[in-house]
């Protein structure tokens, strides 16, 4: 083949690839990548792709009875805020005509089986609904349905809006209270039992002997360190004799309000790899905390709180 042949082939596919490749215009005709109604949806799984032959471990969502849970973290209650975040985003995107036709373009365009940035699989009414999903600008994405050869550029989402970690899903903090309703404070741990009550505003610590006096500054910081503790991982639903909470560590506290007073607090298990089992009052779920953001209780000791 001559070289003015060989030129004009080339030239003819490097227009055939900015064709398949352009961006639809804003005019062009666009739909809902996933055409559901969202009262239908009830499960959704995010995954990134497999490296170093490591299983994926998708994040995955489920509608119950009780709300949106967790599947993927002991079925842990999924914050309702952050799921109606990822239904607006997924229920959002939409794409124009299919900017690539042909599997060699699957994976430059990060929607290939071997190359893709997010896994999602939508289940809705018992039908699924599986897309590849990959960057294509920082406010877009492509798409290509798994089973389908044709990828779509679809705006007003990146990657990173469809978040694989089920820790995504729940919050955090799995002991959050309000120190400012606290009325009375009892610890017990290895150094024995204390009992803090409040006066007005003012804390104080019970059996307290001639000439002793309490550091408020302290009995405050140690409060605010107990009143909030995050997990790292829901355990599951129920306490099991092996997780340790018999006679173990334990915080409770009395809430003052409207004339009420509500009882709350939480108790330590036994460790496990650095973390330890907590349980925390009206809370069916056992979960896993830092032994590190546990330590204020475990040495709370009399002297600490004295001037």
Do not use: C
Request: overall charge negative.
């Amino acid at each position: 083949m001559s070289h003015r042949n060989l030129s004009i082939l080339l030239l003819f596919q490097i227009v055939l690839v900015a064709v398949s490749w352009w961006p639809s215009s804003p005019s062009a005709s666009r739909r809902p990548v996933f055409d559901v109604a969202r009262e239908a949806i009830e499960k959704i799984e995010i995954s990134l792709r497999p490296r170093d032959d490591e299983p994926a471990r998708p994040a995955v969502l489920v509608k119950t009875d009780n709300g949106w849970k967790v599947h993927s973290a002991a079925d842990y209650p999924a914050t309702p805020a952050k799921v109606e975040g990822l239904l607006d985003t997924l229920l959002g995107l939409e794409a124009g005509p299919a900017i690539a036709t042909h599997t060699t373009s699957h994976e430059p365009l990060n929607v290939g089986e071997d190359n893709y940035g997010r896994r999602i699989v939508v289940t809705a009414r018992g039908e699924v609904f599986e897309w590849l999903v990959g960057a294509a600008t920082s406010r877009s994405v492509n798409v290509r349905r798994v089973g389908e050869d044709d990828v779509y550029r679809a705006d007003g989402a990146s990657e990173w809006s469809f978040l694989d970690s089920s820790a995504s899903y729940f919050e955090s903090d799995y002991v959050d209270a309000d120190v400012a309703t606290f009325g009375a404070v009892v610890v017990r741990n290895q150094n024995g039992e204390l009992t803090f009550e409040k006066t007005g505003d003012v804390w104080g610590l019970t059996g307290l002997a001639d000439g002793e006096s309490v550091d408020a500054d302290a009995i405050a910081a140690f409060l605010a360190a107990v009143a909030r503790v995050p997990m790292t991982e829901p355990v599951g639903s129920g306490v099991l004799p092996e997780q340790g909470f018999e006679d173990g560590p334990r915080i409770d506290w009395r809430i003052v309000s409207e004339d009420q007073s509500i009882a709350g607090g939480y108790a330590l298990g036994a460790e496990i790899q650095g973390d330890r089992f907590l349980k925390a009052e009206g809370n069916d779920f056992v979960v896993r905390a830092r032994q590190s953001a546990l330590q204020p209780l475990l040495d709370a000791s009399r002297s600490q709180f004295l001037k």
